[in-house]
């Protein structure tokens, strides 16, 4: 599997197929059984000097990211800056204004454990982006309690990351409703192995359907897709 520089990849699958195993791996959080990692010419682990040089150009956030919870938001925000050498300057202009779109201000510089499930959700979104790592690897960005607003503002900001070649994104996620929308190209994985690869086009027309949502359901698991129709013909109108 290759992700090109400049482009915002999708993966999807269903679950315990290796998702998150998979990006994990690609940010080094795993080693590889088999197979290994490249990234701008640069092996994963395979030296203390290429690791680090890695290490600055991405930023990786799980799906249930740790946070130093006695902490403010804006604490963990300005320590993600500093780690990633971010402008003194830049870094106080640029979680202001995250913190505003996300509606986090009045929250900004309260303990993280006094946020909601949401707002942790959406201070971890802020960390990957404050960092301004040109590869983001993101396990299901959109889920994890996040309200409608937030949810278009994450949208919004990853269309607009990927309008240059700045930005390399990879992301899970399991709403087959965003993917066209973001999506340079989807990677399907199913028991361990992908399965399809390639633009939203390219698939609707390989696969044949009338909507890419359900080409992308015929793909992630066709014997639900089956079980579903027949269980739809056995219900009564």
């Known amino acids: 599997m290759e992700v090109k520089k400049g482009e915002l990849v999708v993966l999807m699958g269903p679950n315990g197929m290796g998702k998150s195993t998979l990006?994990?791996?690609?940010?080094?959080?795993?080693?590889?059984?088999?197979?290994?990692?490249?990234?701008?010419?640069?092996?994963?682990?395979?030296?203390?000097?290429?690791?680090?040089?890695?290490?600055?150009?991405?930023?990786?956030?799980?799906?249930?990211?740790?946070?130093?919870?006695?902490?403010?938001?804006?604490?963990?925000?300005?320590?993600?800056?500093?780690?990633?050498?971010?402008?003194?300057?830049?870094?106080?202009?640029?979680?202001?204004?995250?913190?505003?779109?996300?509606?986090?201000?009045?929250?900004?510089?309260?303990?993280?454990?006094?946020?909601?499930?949401?707002?942790?959700?959406?201070?971890?979104?802020?960390?990957?982006?404050?960092?301004?790592?040109?590869?983001?690897?993101?396990?299901?960005?959109?889920?994890?309690?996040?309200?409608?607003?937030?949810?278009?503002?994450?949208?919004?900001?990853?269309?607009?990351?990927?309008e240059g070649d700045d930005y390399t994104i990879l992301l899970a996620t399991p709403v087959p409703e965003l993917v066209d929308e973001i999506a340079d190209r989807i990677a399907v994985l199913r028991d361990g192995a992908i399965v399809a690869y390639d633009t939203p086009k390219a698939l609707l027309q390989q696969i044949g359907g009338q909507s890419l949502e359900q080409v992308l359901q015929q793909l992630l698991n066709p014997e639900s897709v089956a079980r579903l129709d027949d269980y739809l013909r056995s219900r009564k109108p």
């Open 23 to 162: 990006l994990a791996s690609i940010a080094a959080m795993l080693t590889p059984q088999e197979g290994y990692v490249e990234i701008d010419g640069k092996r994963r682990k395979s030296s203390v000097e290429a690791e680090r040089a890695i290490r600055k150009q991405v930023f990786y956030l799980p799906n249930n990211p740790w946070l130093p919870r006695i902490r403010t938001g804006r604490e963990y925000l300005l320590a993600i800056g500093e780690l990633y050498e971010i402008d003194f300057n830049r870094r106080f202009e640029h979680i202001d204004q995250l913190l505003g779109v996300f509606d986090l201000t009045a929250q900004g510089d309260s303990p993280m454990a006094s946020y909601s499930t949401g707002q942790q959700k959406k201070i971890a979104i802020c960390g990957a982006l404050i960092s301004e790592a040109p590869i983001l690897v993101m396990d299901e960005p959109f889920s994890g309690g996040l309200d409608p607003a937030a949810l278009l503002a994450l949208k919004q900001i990853l269309l607009k990351l990927r």
